[in-house]
Nanobody, 121 residues
Framework: QVQLVESGGGLVQAGGSLRLSCTASGRTFRMYVVKWFRQGPGEEREFVATITSSGGSTDYASSVKGRFTISRDNAKKTAYLQMNSLKSEDTAVYYC??????????????WGQGTQVIVSS
């Protein structure tokens, strides 16, 4: 069983930046696609970004493309989401997931507990 722990959320002003981390337990992290999702207040869960096991391919939701960057360090069993030029509409709980199908809303087997991001305008 893989456990994922997100960190790095918090309160930031619009236009600011945050970097989220997702650290995995176990030895299989390097084998899996990782995704970030978010869920705003009263909203459905939304795909944010995904990265292949090697880090060679990424995909982003149009709402974050050009502002967010997903990356990973397999040696540290950690994935990252660098978020720049944050907007109030980025306010949400952010979740990482692994052992995912690459397609945006493909199945993921493992999920973190989420980290809150609040962007004040």
């Amino acid at each position: 069983q893989v456990q994922l722990v997100e960190s790095g959320g918090g309160l930031v002003q619009a236009g600011g930046s945050l970097r989220l981390s997702c650290t995995a337990s176990g030895r299989t992290f390097r084998m899996y696609v990782v995704k970030w999702f978010r869920q705003g207040p009263g909203e459905e869960r939304e795909f944010v970004a995904t990265i292949t096991s090697s880090g060679g391919s990424t995909d982003y939701a149009s709402s974050v493309k050009g502002r967010f960057t997903i990356s990973r360090d397999n040696a540290k069993k950690t994935a990252y989401l660098q978020m720049n030029s944050l907007k109030s509409e980025d306010t949400a709980v952010y979740y990482c997931a692994s052992k995912c199908e690459f397609m945006r809303y493909g199945k993921c087997d493992y999920w973190g507990q989420g980290t809150q991001v609040i962007v004040s305008s």
